[in-house]
T-cell receptor, first 113, second 114 residues
Framework: DAGVIQSPRHEVTEMGQEVTLRCKPISGHDYLFWYRQTMMRGLELLIYFNNNVPIDDSGMPEDRFSAKMPNASFSTLKIQPSEPRDSAVYFC???????????FGNGTRLTVT | AQSVAQPEDQVNVAEGNPLTVKCTYSVSGNPYLFWYVQYPNRGLQFLLKYITGDNLVKGSYGFEAEFNKSQTSFHLKKPSALVSDSALYFCAVRGRLGTYKYIFGTGTRLKVLA
């Protein structure tokens, strides 16, 4: 079991550029979550999907953020345009069913200068 | 609204001593409760969960947690701490009704001193 795979591990970009973060969930898992972690706000849920369908995106901070899940094995989180305040560690997690725990990837550390 | 509180930013304990990391929660109805651990530059790893049944839950690496409904608490415990237990610990809650959203606490940094 390869676990949840996120890419890239680190991303450094300039303000105004588009950033795309990628996630491959564990095979067979039907829930996928995107979280953001910062020192100031801790872990924030941005959006989650069930069977590739977005269920709750109330945590997405602004229209600059968008997330897609075109199939069961791939999801993206896009920020366009990026701003310095978007600097954080972004985690993807997946789970199987509603009673099982979340399995997290190792995160993408985003730095926007 | 659901919420989780971890009142201690940091807990220091000597190796071999028992440890407790505190968590209280607020949620409508009976909750699902979880503990996760995070090591540097890694994602969160699942330790244990309470869904129903016995109030004392045993998990990975010798950790356990006690669900106390009257005090709305779910404290993490271990009888004998190891230096390798030093990490960031997160409590999380999910309600049984409504959306499938985990709410995480702010985390408690555990330092086990040799």
């Amino acid at each position: 079991d390869a676990g949840v795979i996120q890419s890239p591990r680190h991303e450094v970009t300039e303000m105004g550029q588009e950033v795309t973060l990628r996630c491959k969930p564990i095979s067979g898992h039907d829930y996928l979550f995107w979280y953001r972690q910062t020192m100031m706000r801790g872990l924030e849920l941005l959006i989650y999907f069930n069977n590739n369908v977005p269920i709750d995106d109330s945590g997405m901070p602004e229209d600059r953020f968008s997330a897609k899940m075109p199939n069961a094995s791939f999801s993206t989180l896009k920020i366009q345009p990026s701003e310095p305040r978007d600097s954080a560690v972004y985690f993807c997690a997946s789970s199987l069913g509603q009673n099982s725990p979340l399995h997290f990837g190792n995160g993408t550390r985003l730095t926007v200068t | 609204a659901q919420s989780v509180a971890q009142p201690e930013d940091q807990v220091n304990v000597a190796e071999g001593n028992p440890l407790t990391v505190k968590c209280t929660y607020s949620v409508s109805g009976n909750p699902y409760l979880f503990w996760y651990v995070q090591y540097p530059n890694r994602g969160l790893q699942f330790l244990l969960k309470y869904i129903t049944g016995d109030n004392l839950v045993k998990g990975s690496y010798g950790f356990e947690a006690e669900f106390n409904k009257s005090q709305t608490s779910f404290h993490l415990k271990k009888p004998s701490a190891l230096v390798s237990d030093s990490a960031l610990y997160f409590c999380a809650v999910r309600g049984r009704l409504g959306t499938y959203k985990y709410i995480f606490g702010t985390g408690t940094r555990l330092k086990v001193l040799a």
